[in-house]
C-alpha cells in the first residue's frame, strides 16, 4: 500500500479506471433511459459489472481516508 507524504493513501490505476468504468455505465444507463434502447442497457449493465469487479479487485475500499 503506498502511502503519500500527507499520510493518505495513494489510488492505484485499477481503481481509476474502475471509476472511470462506472461513470461510462451511469452515462450509457442515462442515454437507455432517454432513448429507450435495449442494447444500451446491456452495455450498461456490463460496464456496471465490470466496473464493480474491477473495483474489487483493486481493493478500492481499502483506499478511502
Known sequence: MDVSDTGHVKANMG???AVYILIAGFVLGTLA???GSVPLWIGTAVALVVGTGLGVASR??????
Open 15 to 17: 481503481s481509476w479506471a
Open 33 to 35: 433511459l432517454i432513448l
Open 60 to 65: 478500492i475500499m481499502e483506499q478511502a481516508y
